[in-house]
């Protein structure tokens, strides 16, 4: 089956930084990498997702890249903002196949003042 | 349009003990699928209901069933309770021509 890794587990950042978030996939057949914001004691919510004929995917300050021969790919959040804190998960999964997915373990971000 | 609904909102049980958890789906949304998140991990599988039928089970033991209804809503069932099993259960719903899953908020389990 599929496994998703995802590092780091926690990130600190100053506001206006830059943040990078990467995961690595092992099932050749995934085609579908959601990204998921979650607050604590809230839903999780997708905040950007990319399908493997798209390298690369941006929403304001938010974008997916994603390296299809590498399989990993990556969360990008520009010119960081307080709000932005919480857990971000990255999954994979086979659009088309009810679209199952396979979390990473989150990665805790943290944006400074 | 109303969005994923779970209830109830916690939920305490003791070991050997029974559960069932609801979950109403997002208005158009025809399929439901149940994620559990221990503390700290991010969410495992269990399984996806499409037309009232398992479509897709993850690695969970049977004592994890469920149900989907004609109005699409769902019920996840856990039988003989573990303390391992004390997770938030999460539900989310799509549909058939946009499988983009959106999450209820969860069902807090503890198991004591």
């Known amino acids: 089956g599929e496994n998703v890794e995802q590092h780091p587990s926690t990130l600190s950042v100053q506001e206006g930084d830059s943040a990078v978030i990467k995961c690595t996939y092992s099932d050749s057949a995934s085609n579908y990498f959601p990204w998921y914001k979650q607050e604590l004691g809230k839903r999780p919510q997708l905040i950007i997702d990319i399908r493997s004929n798209v390298g690369e995917k941006k929403d304001q300050r938010i974008a997916v890249t994603l390296n299809k021969t590498a399989k990993h790919f990556s969360l990008h959040i520009t010119e960081t903002q307080p709000e932005d804190s919480a857990v971000y998960f990255c999954a994979a999964s086979i659009w088309g196949g009810g679209n199952k997915l396979t979390f990473g373990t989150g990665t805790q971000l943290k944006v400074e003042l | 349009e109303t969005g994923v609904t779970q209830s109830p909102t916690h939920l305490i049980k003791t070991r050997g003990q029974q559960v069932t958890l609801r979950c109403s789906s997002q208005?158009?949304?025809?399929?439901v699928s149940w994620y559990q998140q221990a503390l700290g991990q991010g969410p495992q599988f269990i399984f996806q209901y499409y037309r009232e039928e398992e479509n897709g089970r993850g690695n969970f033991p049977p004592r994890f069933s469920g149900l989907q209804f004609p109005n699409y809503s769902s019920e996840l069932n856990v039988n003989a309770l573990e303390l391992d099993d004390s997770a938030l259960y999460l539900c989310?719903?799509?549909?058939?021509?946009?499988?983009?899953?959106?999450f209820g908020s969860g069902t807090q389990l503890s198991v004591l």
């Open positions: 989310a719903s799509s549909s058939e021509t946009n499988e983009k899953l959106f």
């Open positions: 208005s158009g949304h025809n399929t």
